[in-house]
């Protein structure tokens, strides 16, 4: 039988979706440094969610600097760090009888509006 393999794309929705699991940063231990942000970061995003009635219309670049970091932590491990991102894309698959052989990350930063994409490993 052959093995099945896939990539995962996620995008920014995505990523604030992690960073609420209460596992993320447990299953992903190296990426922990990066818990306190993100906590800072959607808490601010909920008051504005709070403020403006609902959480579509709240202001996402509040969580600009903790995706970043996320992306730039992965991107750091690429080379130093296997391992790292292989947990994350374990993480993400959350399947166990298919090899994920990655993740795509689409997004596009507040200050450009330019579509950047991330591929790992």
């Known amino acids: 039988m ?3 393999t896939r990539m995962v794309s996620i995008s ?3 990523i604030i979706n992690m960073f609420e699991q209460p596992d993320f940063f447990t299953r992903n231990q190296a990426l922990v440094d990066i ?3 993100a906590a800072s970061s959607l808490a601010a995003f909920y008051e504005s969610a709070k403020k403006a009635g609902c959480r579509c219309r709240a202001d996402t670049s509040l969580l600009t600097n903790a995706i970043m970091a996320l992306l730039d932590r992965l ?3 690429r080379q130093t760090e296997p391992e790292t991102v292989q947990q994350f894309i374990r ?3 959350k399947a166990e009888d298919i090899a994920h052989t990655g993740v ?3 997004y596009i930063h507040p200050g450009t509006n330019s579509l950047r994409r991330y591929v790992f490993p």
């Open 2 to 4: 052959a093995t099945i």
């Open 12 to 14: 920014r929705d995505n």
């Open 35 to 37: 818990q306190p942000l």
């Open 75 to 77: 991107e750091a491990a």
């Open 91 to 93: 993480y993400v698959a």
């Open 104 to 106: 795509t990350i689409h």
